[in-house]
Structure formats: structure tokens, C-alpha cells
């Protein structure tokens, strides 16, 4: 999000606040159904979220509502439905993924604004999850280097999350002062210890938790907080020196609202992510809310980089990483093309494995 938007956003999601909460459509259907395709890791978010939100819909219109889920990895999620899956919603791992779904004719342009904050609800990061006590002692980005790591991370071809999980690489290998031949050689080295590319978060999760499998995970902060909260006695969090900023984005599929007429419904279900209950919500399941005061109540003082245990106190945001964003890179258009593209970077430095 650009710093000289901030006013207009904040404006925009007081707006919507106003909106998800008291302007509602004259005549709803006395029940209606909706699709929200979503990415691998906010199935415990959105299983929560879609109570609050048939409760909220039943409330202020006296209708039913019902909330189909379908989650995976967000690049091969945004390619079905651009190819077909009918989702009246879409709340993606990023920006990028969106764009798939628009190139395919489905979302309008311009989606970026239909909602507050560049249609982000809440934002996340990068972080890595090691076995207790760290037997690696691994710390920061330059020990995945290390010929005995053993990294699960996704495939950055088919998965949102893994994407973040290279460029917040790369972004600490150029503040070592790295060329960009050097970063090229820098990821091949980190993706030559990669022991399994799942095609999602959730999957990579598994792979690391369930399957025993590597020495560290390298994973969206939500999913290490959800598998400390599991088996604290099993795992620890290192939050690295750097990271990036992740920005998962919410769009209204307009072709499908508008054959199904559920545009009214399917507004109402993303302007009210935006709503003081769910921006709570979002933050008891580790996603960093956009409202900043729901965000305070959540933010640590403690800013240590090794995380062993979940905050009695509920507070588990750390503020000591450097977050740099996609704004780095240029967008993701530019991240896309340059980076994941068909015989882009990624596809170089790991055809060469």
C-alpha cells in the first residue's frame, strides 16, 4: 500500500465499516448461496468467519446464507477459476493471483479500490518453524544455506504463500549487499536444500508437522502460530531479521455475482471482513488485522526473534522484523514476469537442481 493513499484507505474503511454494518439491500432472498475460493492456509479462519457473517446476514436482513469453501495452493486456485470454477469471491494469497482471474475476463478492473486498503483485509508475513530447541540453530535466511538443512517450503508455480517465501529471501540476500547474480546463486543454493515442493502452504505444513520431514518451514506467520498452538512442546518460531510485508487480496468475481445475482450478498461478505468482530477474528487466528486498534490489542512488547511457546496474554505480534513489500520488486506484475514467469528465475535456478 503506497504512503500517500493512507488517508483516502482509512476514509475508505471507515466506509466500509458504515457499510458492512448498517446499509444493507432492501430485499434479500429469503436464502442464497455463495462460493469464496480461497488459498491453502484460511480454512480454520474462514470456518470461523462464515458463522460470524450468516449470523451477521440473518440479523440485518432476515435472511439465510450459506458459504461454500474451496482452499489450495493460490496460484492453481486463481487458475480454476479462471478457467471455470464459479467463486462469487475471491480471497487470494496476493495481488498477483487476483490478476489471473481478471486476464481471464471475470473481475472488473480497478478491483484494488472496490474495497478498503487495496482490498487487503489483513496482512501477514514470513516466518520460520524449527524443531524444539532448535537443533539447527537456525536463525536467519543465510543458514538455510547450510549443506545439513533440510527446507519445506511450496512451489512457488503453484503456490501464493511460497512466492512471498522467495522474495523475502531474495530481499535478504540484496541487504548483504549481494549482486543479482549472486541472489540468483544465493535462492538455487536455499532451493537445492528444498526436501519437498508441495503445491500449497497447507501441504508444506504437513510435510514438516505430520510427515517429520526438514529441519525448518519456511511459512506464512499464521500457520507456525496455528502449529506452536498445537504442539508447542514440538515446535519453535524464529522470526528472521527481514521478511516482507504479505498482502492477501479480496476481489468480487463480477461475471459470476452478475449470472447468479449475488453481488449484493457477496459485497456485504467482504465489506464485513473489515467489521471490528472479524478483523478480531482474523487476529485470534494470527493474521495481523488492518484495524489498528484490534491490531494493538494483539502487538508484543517482546522482541525476541525465537517465539517457544503462544502469549498467555494473547498478545503474539512481534515488531522486530524489517518488512520490506511487493512495491519493492516493482508490483507483481513485474515480480511475476521477472521471477515466476514460465523460464523466469525461478524455473532457471531450479531446472539447474
Not at 32 to 42: G, L, R
Not at 287 to 303: H, I, K, M, Q
Not at 312 to 329: M, R
Request: glycine content about 8%; aromatic content about 10%; hydrophobic content about 35%.
Amino acid at each position: 500500500m503506497k504512503m500517500q493513499n493512507l488517508k483516502r484507505q482509512i476514509a475508505l474503511w471507515t466506509a466500509a465499516v458504515v457499510v458492512g454494518t448498517t446499509v444493507m439491500p432492501a430485499c434479500a432472498a429469503d436464502s442464497v448461496e455463495i462460493v469464496n475460493v480461497s488459498y491453502d492456509p484460511t480454512r480454520e479462519l474462514y470456518a470461523a468467519y462464515n458463522e460470524l457473517f450468516q449470523a451477521h446476514w440473518e440479523e440485518t436482513t432476515g435472511g439465510e446464507v450459506t458459504v461454500i469453501q474451496s482452499h489450495g495452493g493460490s496460484g492453481k486456485q486463481a487458475l480454476e477459476v479462471a478457467n471455470g470454477l464459479e467463486a462469487d469471491v475471491v480471497t487470494l494469497a496476493l495481488e498477483g493471483d487476483v490478476d489471473a482471474v481478471a486476464d481471464a475476463g471475470l473481475i472488473e478492473e480497478g478491483y484494488t479500490s472496490e474495497f478498503p486498503l487495496d482490498s487487503s483485509t489483513y496482512t501477514s508475513t514470513i516466518v520460520f518453524l524449527v524443531r524444539k530447541g532448535n537443533p539447527k540453530n537456525i536463525q536467519d535466511w543465510g543458514d538455510l544455506l547450510k549443506e545439513d538443512v533440510g527446507v519445506i517450503t511450496p512451489n512457488p508455480k503453484t503456490s501464493g504463500g511460497a512466492r512471498w517465501n522467495y522474495l523475502a529471501a531474495w530481499y535478504y540476500f540484496e541487504k548483504q549487499g549481494q549482486s543479482e547474480s549472486e541472489i540468483e546463486e544465493s535462492i538455487r543454493q536455499l532451493f537445492a536444500n528444498v526436501l519437498v515442493l508441495d503445491s500449497g502452504a497447507r501441504g508444506s505444513t504437513t510435510t514438516f508437522t505430520e510427515n517429520g520431514q526438514g529441519d525448518v518451514l519456511i511459512a506464512w506467520e499464521n500457520e507456525a502460530f496455528l502449529s506452536l498452538q498445537e504442539a508447542p512442546e514440538e515446535y519453535e518460531i524464529v522470526v528472521p531479521s527481514v521478511s516482507i510485508l504479505c498482502q492477501p487480496t479480496v476481489a468480487i468475481v463480477d461475471e459470476v455475482v452478475d449470472d447468479r445475482d449475488t453481488r449484493e450478498v457477496a459485497e456485504e461478505y467482504l465489506n464485513y471482513l473489515y467489521s471490528e468482530e472479524a478483523q478480531r477474528l482474523e487476529a485470534e487466528n494470527y493474521y495481523r488485522p488492518s484495524n489498528e486498534t484490534v491490531l494493538a490489542e494483539f502487538t508484543s512488547e517482546d522482541e525476541s526473534n525465537t517465539i517457544t511457546e503462544i502469549p498467555e496474554d494473547g498478545k503474539w505480534i512481534n515488531g522486530k522484523v524489517e518488512l520490506t513489500d511487493i512495491a519493492h520488486f516493482d508490483g507483481w506484475k513485474a515480480a511475476g514476469e521477472k521471477h515466476f514467469a514460465d523460464g523466469g528465475i525461478f524455473d532457471q535456478i531450479y531446472e539447474e537442481k
